[in-house]
Each structure stands twice: as structure tokens, then as C-alpha cells.
């Protein structure tokens, strides 16, 4: 016999399929339908959630369809699978995980929707393009052609993409024809791919400290050795980077255009030129990653631009205004480059996503993109000015107040460690980027970041106030 079904209300969720579907896997996730349990009728279900039988049929059978539920015709549907050990990662996060580059990564990923993430690294789903995106979706479907959704892509990739993201970084002063553009799974995969290209195990590779953590995972990974280089208010110190050079025979320099994850800062002109002359001097090679582009109003320099992609190669996406479900990113380079980095990137994924780069294209030029990332802009600055107000009121210091982008970096008082409050808070649902996983040589202990979309619920700073407390107190 099937569970009795009281009245309840169902979750809040993107369509009444979406709800029905979360409940029934909440339902299964908590034992309460444990493995050959038959799931309330079709009439049941329907009634009691206030939704329409076909609803409910639609959510069973979508269900059914990725493996969670089995349907016996005459019979009914039923919970699938053997018994399995409860899972309670399901539940609640980690805590038990080693504070690494991944950290931040794999809590992100991996904790249920009850924790609220000032630390994450991509917009909220409400600061998204999402109508554009449906229609773009729809417009693949039903007018697209075959090839679009159901083919590999061409080497470098989608042709009227690369022309658009030529385009768009001529007008950063980054002058390059479409040929010098591959297509990517991701910004991530593109630079996979250059240090495949570019380094050997052992090589030196110096970053800036701090810097997107997962540059430091993705060259872990590469067993590079890896030397931070001090990173700043207006930027990189040149005199130090100077001295790694020379130091340290490195073969790259990896960086970030644009406001910098996780400072905000802005590299200016001047030091984009000492940079070039010191990486020409030494014979470094220069990786300028330019996820961040369309958060600025007005373009900062470009390192590749300055050097007409001599001796720096780039990447780039656009999972920050568009959308992180949309996997597809660029490289950058040389012609004589590009030849190689196409062998790598057929040899290791066959290609990139060629639907996801028509989806893209139809995104970028549907009209509506130039206005939402103005829109972006302006809920940033707004989310910028607050959050900037409620560090303070905690007793954090800003590094500095950005200009745009979506990060603030701040340390926290009295020389409290930040991953011991971030470990503390995650306890309580809370997920915050401690300092030293942004950094190689682990001098920023004490900083945190903060996702400015993602840190206007007061709950944040209850809860960083309670365990900076905590933490001072030694508990």
C-alpha cells in the first residue's frame, strides 16, 4: 500500500513538475520512500499538492527516466535501487574536508540549497538572463538545424562565435582575427590546454597572490612549482615579480584582465607595461585570463592587447553573466599556436560543446544581452556599496572598494584566522572563501571573499559575527 498523503505545500521551484519532482526526491533522500517503496497514486499525489494528475504524471515519468523511480505497468511507480547507505552529504556539507584550493569548490557543489554561499563564485540564478537563455533554447529546438544540436564541432569551434568574441575583444584593444580564437569547454579547459602546451612537470610557474583558487588547484594538477607573487591594490608588485624572474627561470606568468578574483583591484597601464617588459626580458610566457570582461564599464588594460599576443596568450568565458550551465569558453593565441592547442583539444575531448556554442551565440546576439549586463552593473555597484557597509559594521577591512565586478577582499579583525571561521560557519550552513586558498605562499590567512550578490541575507553576518566570536574566545 502507498504512503498516506496529507495536504502539504510543495517547494518553492522553478516549474510545478520541478516542485513535484524535489519532493519526491527529498522524500527519497530522507528514507521516508526507502528502495521498492511504491510512490502515492497519480490521484494522490495530485490532490493533495493542489497540482493536476498530469503534472504529477509528468515529474514520475521524468523521473523514471533518470533512474530514481520505476513504473510497473497496472501497478504503479516505485522507489529504485537497492538499499543504500544513508548519505548525509546530501544533507550537510563537509566539514570534515581538508581547507584546499578545492575547498570552496567542492562545498559549493556539493551542499544541499539550505546553505547560503557569501563565498561562491558565480551570481545568483535572479541575476541571469534566464528568459534569453529559454529563448534561445527554444529557438535551437524548433528552428535550429540538425547539425546544431546533434554534430561535433568545426576544430576551432563555432565560427559565428569566434567572429562575435573577435569583435568584442577588439573592442578592449585586444586586435586579433577570428583565427586566433579556439572555442572551449570552458576557461577552465582552455587553460588546461596552454599549460599541456606550454610547461613541464617541475616547471615554474608564477601567480599572483592571492588569485582564482582553482589557478592554483589546475597547476597542482600539472605538478608545476608554483610561486606567488604579491598582488595588491593596484595590482601586481612589479619589483617583486621582478625579483621571481630573475630568481626563479619561470616559464609562465598567470593572470587576470579586468577586476581581479578575488581582490577587485584593477591593474593600471603602467604596470601592464612593466609587466611586459620584465615577462620580454626573462622569457615569459604570459596567461591573461578575462572571465570578468563585462563587469567594467570601461575596459582597463589588456596585457594581451599591449603585446599583440606576441608572448601572451589568453582565456576567457562568459559563465559569469550568461550562464555557469552554459559550458563553453576561448583561448587565445599566436597562429602558430593555435595549430597545436587544436591537436590538444581534439586529442583530449574530441572537441568542444558545439550546441553549447550555438546556445552562446543565439544568447549574445538575441538583442537583450547589451541591457541585462547594464542592468548587471548597476545591481553590483548597488550590492558593492552594501556589503562594503556591512564588513565594516563587523569590524573587516576592505582591501579596497572596487570599481566593479562582483568580489569584495577583506580581513578580518584582530588576526583571526579565516578558515577557522570559515569551518566554524559552515557548521552552521553558512560557506565563506577563507583567504589562504587563493594563495601559494599562504600569506592572507586572515582575509575573506565575499560574493557581494550573494551576502545580502542577515543570517551571513549572524553568523560571522558568532563565530568570530567564537574563535576569539578560543570555543
Not at 164 to 172: C, Q, T
Not at 394 to 417: C, H, K, Q, S, Y
Request: hydrophobic share 45%.
Amino acid at each position: 500500500m502507498p504512503l498516506p498523503v496529507p495536504p502539504m505545500p510543495l517547494r518553492a521551484a522553478a516549474t510545478r513538475v520541478d516542485a513535484v519532482m524535489g519532493e519526491i526526491r527529498a522524500r527519497i533522500a530522507s528514507r521516508r520512500l526507502a528502495p521498492g517503496a511504491r510512490l502515492p497514486s497519480v490521484r494522490d499525489f495530485a490532490e493533495s499538492a493542489g497540482v493536476s494528475k498530469s503534472t504529477v504524471v509528468d515529474a514520475y515519468e521524468r523521473l523514471v527516466a533518470e533512474g530514481a523511480v520505476t513504473s510497473r505497468r497496472g501497478s504503479g511507480f516505485f522507489v529504485a535501487g537497492a538499499t543504500r547507505p544513508l548519505s548525509l552529504q546530501s544533507l550537510h556539507p563537509d566539514l570534515d574536508r581538508a581547507i584546499d584550493p578545492l575547498w570552496v569548490t567542492r562545498q559549493s557543489l556539493s551542499c544541499g540549497p539550505q546553505v547560503l554561499k557569501p563565498g561562491w563564485g558565480i551570481l545568483p540564478e535572479s541575476y541571469s538572463p534566464d528568459v534569453s537563455v529559454q529563448r534561445a533554447l527554444r529557438s535551437l529546438a524548433r528552428e535550429g538545424a540538425a547539425g546544431d544540436r546533434l554534430s561535433y564541432a568545426s576544430p576551432l569551434g563555432h565560427p559565428p562565435l569566434r567572429a562575435l568574441i573577435a569583435l568584442r575583444l577588439g573592442e578592449r584593444g585586444v586586435a586579433l582575427d577570428p583565427g586566433q580564437i579556439m572555442l572551449t569547454d570552458s576557461a577552465t579547459q582552455g587553460l588546461d590546454l596552454l599549460l599541456r602546451l606550454l610547461i613541464e612537470p617541475g616547471d615554474t610557474v608564477l601567480v599572483d597572490d592571492p588569485c582564482y583558487f582553482n589557478f592554483l588547484a589546475m597547476l597542482l594538477s600539472h605538478r608545476a612549482t608554483v610561486v606567488g607573487v604579491p598582488f595588491g591594490p593596484a595590482g601586481v608588485d612589479v619589483d617583486a615579480l621582478e625579483r621571481a624572474m630573475a630568481a626563479g627561470r619561470p616559464r609562465i606568468y598567470l593572470t587576470t584582465a579586468g577586476p581581479q578574483n578575488p581582490t577587485g583591484a584593477v591593474t593600471s597601464a603602467a604596470t601592464a607595461h612593466r609587466v611586459l617588459t620584465l615577462a620580454e626580458r626573462h622569457d615569459v610566457i604570459v596567461i591573461e585570463d578575462d572571465t570578468f570582461a563585462d563587469f567594467e564599464t570601461e575596459p582597463s588594460p589588456r596585457l594581451a592587447g599591449l603585446d599583440g599576443l606576441a608572448r601572451v596568450v589568453g582565456t576567457g568565458c562568459y559563465s559569469k553573466t550568461v550562464s555557469a550551465a552554459i559550458r563553453c569558453g576561448y583561448v587565445i593565441a599566436r597562429p602558430d599556436w593555435i595549430e597545436a592547442l587544436v591537436d590538444l583539444k581534439l586529442s583530449t575531448s574530441h572537441g568542444n560543446g558545439h550546441m553549447a556554442s550555438v546556445l552562446l551565440h543565439t544568447v549574445l546576439t538575441g538583442g537583450t544581452y547589451k541591457r541585462h549586463v547594464e542592468a548587471l552593473r548597476t545591481k553590483l555597484a548597488r550590492d558593492r556599496g552594501e556589503t562594503l557597509g556591512r564588513l565594516r559594521a563587523f569590524g573587516l577591512t576592505p582591501l579596497i572598494e572596487p570599481r566593479a565586478g562582483m568580489f569584495v577582499w577583506a580581513e578580518l579583525p584582530d588576526g583571526l584566522d579565516a578558515a577557522a571561521v570559515a569551518r566554524r560557519a559552515l557548521a552552521e550552513d553558512v560557506l565563506f572563501a577563507p583567504g589562504n586558498v587563493f594563495s601559494a605562499s599562504h600569506r592572507v590567512a586572515g582575509f575573506l571573499r565575499f560574493n557581494v550578490a550573494g551576502s545580502a541575507d542577515p543570517r551571513i553576518f549572524d553568523v560571522l559575527d558568532r563565530t568570530m566570536r567564537a574563535c576569539r574566545a578560543g570555543k
